[in-house]
């Protein structure tokens, strides 16, 4: 479902996924999707022999068992099928820029964010929750954009310095797990995190911790979901009544999808783009889904996940009636 509203509002005519089958499998009846599940299963364990655990899709996955995928998929076809998932290695037909697009396109959005609300990056004080794959790169662009990044955290605690960190020299989650406390000379709890008195909060880390609980705390002005359903519906409606943006991960951290569409192109027509390409690419999508969500955001009186859901059902309804399908 993330994958249909991301495609939907960047306008991506693509319905594949990290870990999924480059088709939309909304299309695919439960039968079919438990039959290729079965049939993927024994591929990978015929690759990967039986003293290996199978990732469940989309979750512990990374390149490496992308290219896994492909090559179970390939063996039933017959020939190499690269286009059929998308997050593999760009030696095995992956895109470069794919691992980092998440965070950049979250740190995209922030910028376009800042500047919305008339906030120069080199004046905003950022806090991010989680330092992997999104948390960090955003960080880490963000910080060379010019922000002051006070706080990153991980599971087990917030580093925190109102100075600034230097967030090249803080190993993220992939590059040493447990990084951020150690290097930290402040380790705050990862409850002080959200109070933190800052321009823009960014959680990338897991889903639903902005809630009943702590959303009334939030200290920041602006927040950025970074991660994928990180604000509950009664965290959201009590940011919205406390006046406090929510620029929702639908559109801010859709990099991610968007790259893997670039993939799919790239494998589909055996072609492999330089990672200038990539990020040039990745700019213009970003921009243009900012733009179309302001346009709602701002003729409408909705919230910007409202102004995104708006950008997606239209897209989506537009593209039915081209088909003649509603009158
Ligand atoms: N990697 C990707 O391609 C994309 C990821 N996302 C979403 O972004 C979020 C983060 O994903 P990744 O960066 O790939 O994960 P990751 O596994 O690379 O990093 C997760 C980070 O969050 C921290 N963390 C975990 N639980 C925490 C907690 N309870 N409190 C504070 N920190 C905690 C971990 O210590 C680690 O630093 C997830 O919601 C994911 O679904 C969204 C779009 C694309
Ligand atoms: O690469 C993709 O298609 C999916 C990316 C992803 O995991 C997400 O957007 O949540």
């Known amino acids: ?31 079919e999707k438990e039959r290729l599940t079965r049939r993927f ?17 989309d979750m512990g996955t990374d390149p ?12 039933q076809e017959g020939e190499t099928v690269p286009g059929v998932v998308t997050g593999k290695p760009p030696i095995v037909g992956g ?6 697009a998440p965070g950049r396109s979250v740190a ?19 806090a991010i929750q989680g330092y992997g794959s999104v948390g960090a790169n955003a960080a880490r662009l963000l910080d ?28 993220s989650y992939d590059e040493e797990p447990n990084a951020v406390t150690e290097y930290a000379d402040t380790v705050l709890s990862n409850d002080e995190l959200f109070e933190l008195d800052v321009d823009i909060f960014i959680p990338a ?12 705390g939030i200290g920041a002005d602006i927040v950025v979901e970074g991660a994928n359903g990180p604000t509950t519906s009664t965290g959201d409606t009590i940011l919205n009544e406390r006046g406090v943006p929510v620029i929702p991960d639908i559109l801010a951290n859709a990099g991610g999808v968007t790259v893997s569409y ?41 919230s910007w996940r409202d102004a995104a859901y708006i950008v997606a059902l239209s897209r989506i309804a537009d593209a039915h009636e081209s088909r003649g399908l509603w009158p």
């Open 144 to 171: 060379e954009w010019g922000a002051t990044i006070v706080a990153v955290s991980d599971v087990n605690g917030t580093m925190y310095d109102p100075a600034g960190i230097n967030t090249h020299a803080v190993p």
């Open 95 to 100: 895109s470069k820029g794919r691992t980092e």
């Open 41 to 57: 299963t024994q591929e990978l364990r015929d690759v990967l022999g039986p003293n290996h655990d199978i990732p469940a899709p």
């Open 205 to 216: 880390a897991v889903g639903n911790v902005i809630t009943e609980a702590t959303a009334d």
């Open 64 to 75: 490496q068992t992308m290219a896994w995928l492909m090559d179970a998929y390939s063996m």
């Open 1 to 31: 479902m993330w994958m249909t509203w991301k495609c939907a509002v960047m306008g991506l005519p693509f319905g594949g996924a990290k870990g999924g089958i480059a088709v939309d499998p909304t299309d695919l009846s439960t039968a």
């Open 262 to 302: 670039f993939e799919w192109l790239q494998d589909i027509n055996r072609r492999s783009w330089t990672l200038e390409t990539v990020r040039e690419e990745l700019e213009t999508e970003m921009v243009d889904a900012w733009n179309a969500v302001c346009v709602e955001y701002e003729s409408r009186d909705v």
């Open 108 to 126: 995209i959005i922030t910028r376009a964010a800042c500047d919305y609300y008339d906030r120069p990056l080199s004046e905003a004080t950022i």
